[in-house]
């Protein structure tokens, strides 16, 4: 089976990495792909993505080969492991509003975050194995 989701995650951020190591583990069917921005071969598999966008925001492209941003990935991934009802709410017209602010802020803060909740700020290259 091909991946419906492919995601474009930062590879050297821990939370991240463990956000897509998460997902990997419920990903039984393999439904989802996990590329990493900062792969050195990246620019020529993905010439469509650009990399310092999304360092800034997460991306991911669905089957229909259409980009996903933001939370918009997020609740995509997991509605595709079957836990798409914990990310719902976040899309719901009110909140997501709020829930994209909050999420630009942890996108730009995310090492510092990383920093204070795992002792770690960025890995050389993390790893989803």
């Known amino acids: 089976m091909s991946a419906q989701l492919t995601i474009f995650y930062d590879g050297q951020c821990p939370l991240c990495v463990r956000e897509m190591k998460h997902l990997k583990r419920l990903d039984d069917t393999g439904t989802i792909a996990f590329e990493d921005i900062l792969a050195d071969d990246f620019e020529a598999?993905?010439?469509?993505?650009?990399?310092?966008?999304?360092?800034r925001v997460l991306h991911a492209l669905n089957a229909e080969g259409e980009m996903l941003y933001g939370l918009d990935v997020t609740h995509a991934a997991w509605s595709l492991v079957g836990r798409g009802w914990l990310t719902a709410p976040l899309r719901w017209p009110v909140i997501r509003w709020v829930a994209d602010k909050a999420y630009?802020?942890?996108?730009?803060?995310?090492?510092?975050?990383?920093?204070?909740?795992?002792?770690?700020?960025?890995?050389?290259?993390?790893?989803?194995?």
Do not use: K
């Not at 598999?45 to 360092?55: F, G, L, T």
């Not at 909740?117 to 790893?127: D, H, I, K, P, Y």
């Open 45 to 55: 598999r993905y010439p469509q993505v650009s990399i310092a966008d999304a360092n």
């Open 104 to 129: 630009l802020y942890f996108a730009r803060n995310r090492y510092r975050i990383s920093q204070a909740l795992t002792g770690q700020a960025r890995c050389e290259r993390c790893s989803l194995d």
